[in-house]
C-alpha cells in the first residue's frame, strides 16, 4: 500500500474511533445537563411558591407566577379546592416534585405539585444523537476528500525525490531536491538525500577516474613489458637459428641479450607486484631499525658500483620501529637514481634529521627535477629526461614510505645548488636517538 493511502486510512480509522467515542461523551454530558437543569427549575419553582405563600399572594396569583414552559402546576388548598392544571399520575416519562405551603392565610398547608413530561428530554436526546451521527458521517467524508487532496501537496516532496532518484537510476546526473527549508522533517530528508547524492557521484567520478588509471597503468605496463618479452623472442630465435660455426662471440652476446631482458622483465613484473601490494595494503614486518646502519650499507654497495661518486653521510643514529627491507628499498631506489643523476661521478650526499620526525634526506648535484615535474615522477610507469628504469620506483618508494605513515617528496637542495633532493620522512612514535656519529 502506497504512504498516501495508509496516511489517509490511518487517519480515517482514528476518527472512527475519535467520532463515537466523542458523540457518546456529548450526548452523556447533554442528558446529565438536561436532567439537572430540570431538577433545578423543579426545585427552583418549588422554593418561589413558598416565597410567594409568605408574602400571602393569592392561590390564583401563585399559580401564574410559577407557572412556566414545560411545567404543570397544581395548586390543592386544605379545603380541596385545585388551582392550575389538574394533577396526572406519575409515569416513567414524568417528573414529580411536590411539597406544602408554609406561609399565607389562604395558602398554609396547601399541596403544591409541579410535574414535567421528560419525553421531551427525550426526544432532544434522539434529535442530539441523530445530529452527532450525521455530523460525524459528512466530517468522516469532509476529512477523507481532504485527506486525499491535501496528501497529495503534503507528499509532493517525496514524489520530486522518487522522480529525482528515477532520473538518476537512468543515467542522468547533477539533479538535486535542494529544499528550501532544512528545520523540517522533509527538509533534513531532502538534504540528506541531495548529500548522499554529491557522495555517490563523488566516489562514482572516483571511481571511474580509478578505472581509467588502472587501464592506462595496465597498458603501460603491457608496453613496458612487451619491449623486454621482445628481446627475449628475437635472441631465442635467432639463438635457435644459429648454426655450428657461429662465432663463440655471437653466441655469448645472444645469451647475453636474453639473460638482460629476462632479468629487466623480472625486475618490471617484480615492481609490478609490490606496487598491487601496496594498493591491497602492504603489510609491514617491523622492528627496531637503524637509520645510520641502512644508509651506511647502501653507501658502501654504491661506492662498490660507482667508485668515483663522492659520498657523505651526516647526521645522528636514529633506530625507528619500522620494516628495514622496505626502508632498505627506498633508500636503494634514491641512491641509485642519484647515481643515474649523476652519471657515476658527481656527489651525493646523505642527511639523517631527528627533530619531531626522523627523515632522511638524499641530494645530488646532477641536473635537478623542474618544479613542474616533482610530483609527475611519483606516478606510476612515468620516466623522467635521463631515466632508464621502469618508471615503478618512486611510486613503489612513496608507496612503502606512506605504508609507516610517513611520506616521500622531491624538492629542491637546501644549499640552493644545482641538482635535486629528496626527503624521506618517517613518524617518530617509538623511536630511538643515539649520539651523532
Not at 452523556?28 to 418549588?46: H, K, S
Not at 399541596?111 to 421528560?118: A, G, H, I, K, Y
Not at 641502512?294 to 654504491?302: S, V
Not at 633508500?331 to 639523517?352: F, K
Amino acid at each position: 500500500m502506497s504512504l498516501r493511502r495508509r496516511v489517509t486510512l490511518t487517519a480515517l480509522v482514528v476518527l472512527l474511533i475519535v467520532l463515537p467515542i466523542t458523540g457518546l461523551a456529548v450526548k452523556a454530558i447533554f442528558d446529565a445537563q438536561a436532567e439537572r437543569n430540570l431538577n433545578t427549575l423543579l426545585n427552583g419553582r418549588a422554593q418561589l411558591a413558598q416565597q410567594l405563600a409568605r408574602q400571602n399572594v393569592a392561590p390564583t396569583n401563585l399559580v401564574r407566577r410559577i407557572d412556566a414552559d414545560g411545567i404543570r402546576v397544581t395548586l390543592t388548598l386544605r379545603t380541596g379546592q385545585q388551582f392550575g392544571a389538574p394533577p396526572i399520575e406519575p409515569t416513567g416519562q414524568i417528573r414529580e416534585v411536590r411539597t406544602t405551603l408554609q406561609g399565607g392565610q389562604r395558602t398554609r398547608g396547601a399541596t403544591l405539585v409541579l410535574t414535567s413530561d421528560t419525553s421531551l428530554l427525550d426526544g432532544a436526546s434522539r434529535t442530539l444523537r441523530r445530529v452527532l451521527f450525521l455530523s460525524g458521517a459528512a466530517a468522516l467524508l469532509i476529512t477523507a476528500l481532504a485527506l486525499i487532496l491535501g496528501m497529495r501537496f503534503a507528499l509532493a516532496p517525496l514524489d520530486a525525490m522518487t522522480s529525482l532518484a528515477r532520473s538518476i537510476a537512468a543515467g542522468r546526473r547533477g539533479g538535486r531536491l535542494q529544499p528550501t527549508r532544512t528545520d523540517t522533517e522533509l527538509g533534513r530528508t531532502a538534504a540528506a538525500f541531495d548529500e548522499m547524492l554529491d557522495s555517490l557521484e563523488g566516489a562514482e567520478h572516483t571511481a571511474r577516474g580509478s578505472e581509467q588509471r588502472m587501464r592506462q597503468f595496465v597498458a603501460d605496463a603491457a608496453h613496458e613489458l612487451r619491449t623486454p618479452v621482445a628481446g627475449l623472442q628475437s635472441a631465442a630465435e635467432t639463438l635457435l637459428q644459429l648454426t655450428p660455426d657461429t662465432p663463440t662471440q655471437r653466441r655469448e652476446e645472444l645469451e647475453l641479450l636474453l639473460v638482460r631482458e629476462s632479468r629487466r622483465a623480472g625486475t618490471l613484473i617484480a615492481d609490478l607486484l609490490e606496487l598491487a601490494r601496496i594498493d591491497a595494503g602492504l603489510e609491514l614486518r617491523r622492528r627496531p631499525v637503524s637509520l645510520h646502519e641502512i644508509a651506511t650499507t647502501q653507501l658502501d654497495r654504491l661506492h662498490l658500483v660507482a667508485p668515483a661518486l663522492k659520498i657523505t653521510l651526516t647526521g645522528p643514529d636514529v633506530t625507528l620501529y619500522a620494516d628495514p627491507d622496505r626502508l632498505t628499498q627506498i633508500l636503494a631506489n634514491l641512491l641509485d637514481n642519484a647515481r643515474h643523476a649523476t652519471a657515476g661521478t658527481g656527489e651525493v650526499e646523505v642527511r639523517i634529521i631527528h627533530n619531531h620526525e626522523a627523515e632522511i634526506v638524499v641530494q645530488d648535484n646532477g641536473p635537478g627535477v623542474p618544479p613542474e615535474d616533482r610530483e609527475r615522477i611519483f606516478q606510476r610507469l612515468v620516466h623522467g629526461d635521463a631515466s632508464r628504469g621502469s618508471g615503478l620506483g618512486l611510486p613503489i618508494a612513496r608507496g612503502f614510505a606512506r605504508a609507516h605513515g610517513g611520506e616521500l617528496v622531491c624538492l629542491d637542495r637546501s644549499d640552493g645548488h644545482p641538482g635535486a633532493a629528496f626527503r624521506l620522512t618517517l613518524p617518530t612514535t617509538q623511536t630511538f636517538s643515539n649520539p651523532a656519529t
